[in-house]
């Protein structure tokens, strides 16, 4: 039996359907996606971990997943081995640096030395203010990051941006896009390398993306 | 004006009560919580922030909030410089070391050496083997622990337990208890030593505890 990391939230639509479009039926974890930990599919090949977006890494990395999607801001933070197989197109956002709007940064080096950013993305902020070569302090945060700037703890975030609806809401603005996020399928190197089951499903997953 | 890190979900309507014994109202933030990130008493002499439980250490300990309340098990994963004031008493639950019902183990030198432990609280786990020498390899994980044992990544999780009933509902058990957690007051050291404002605050919810 094939072992699935799916994401709870946000991805877990276009997950399922990823799935779907191959013969495995995860749709019940639609309607009870908050109780569930784990769902067979209807043909009984397969069975998903229904698990954070942020904890799929995690199990593929240890095999208790032989595949998984995960957005690719998450892979950004994560140290884990994992083979990353396939661009699914869906679950598009750009990590970003934003400011207040009446701050008058327009880029990112008008940020002053040493000054506080938030983010919940400490190392992709990390390394991206280090490429820049501007000496900044990254402060963790798990949640609201927009609070950063509002309260006045951080001059700037490093956030994940959608629809740009939650900056806006708080006076907040784009000045600097890091990279583009969208979901991406991901696998355990070593069920990539014996499990011809899991690799016929790669390529399947492939072509029903290509029609 | 007092600012006060509040701590969305579990512990917030009984950290709206505290404040709202000394004279402070913060109810509406009970109704629209999920929305809401700052809201003022309705007697306008303090602001709330809310933030996630994890974060409420950084608002304080960065000055953006001059108190705030929050689980000791977040105090106890957190490097940051607080002050830590009173314990509150409510939100108690316990950091337990957990098993498969049927893994035979019954006490945590049972564990094979070099198996993984699954938990969010990282530093705490790892702490917590240090001190009984028992090397093992600690897992991240930022949701539902109680997949670790169930997939077979994890012979055990270390986590937090209020009425047991999800271990049950996943057929672990605990097998030791680390410790005793409840909701804290804590502050920023340099509000608490020069605001005489807010040393009255912290002298009257004292008080309000012992009534």
Aim: hydrophobic content about 45%; overall charge negative; proline content about 3%.
């Amino acid at each position: 039996m094939i072992n699935i990391a799916l994401p709870k939230g946000a991805l877990l639509k276009n997950s399922i359907s990823i799935f779907e479009k191959v013969g495995l039926d995860f749709s019940d974890a639609l309607v009870l996606e908050n109780r569930m930990l784990t769902i067979v599919s209807k043909c009984g090949r397969a069975k998903a971990l229904l698990v954070r977006n942020g904890d799929v890494p995690v199990y593929v990395s240890y095999g208790q997943a032989d595949i998984g999607i995960v957005g690719y801001d998450v892979l950004r933070e994560s140290d884990l081995t994992i083979a990353k197989l396939l661009d699914l197109g869906f679950g598009g956002c750009t990590m970003s640096l934003a400011v207040k709007h009446d701050s008058g940064y327009e880029k990112p080096t008008d940020l002053p030395a040493n000054c506080n950013v938030a983010s919940k993305f400490v190392k992709t902020a990390r390394a991206y203010f280090e490429m820049l070569n501007i000496p900044v302090d990254i402060v963790h945060l798990t949640g609201s990051v927009e609070l950063g700037p509002i309260t006045g703890m951080a001059e700037a975030i490093v956030d994940l941006v959608a629809t740009g609806k939650t900056l806006k809401e708080n006076g907040l603005i784009k000045i600097d896009d890091l990279y583009q996020s969208t979901a991406r399928l991901i696998a355990n190197p070593l069920s990539l390398r014996i499990d011809n089951t899991l690799q016929e499903l790669i390529l399947a997953i492939e072509s029903s993306m290509n029609t």
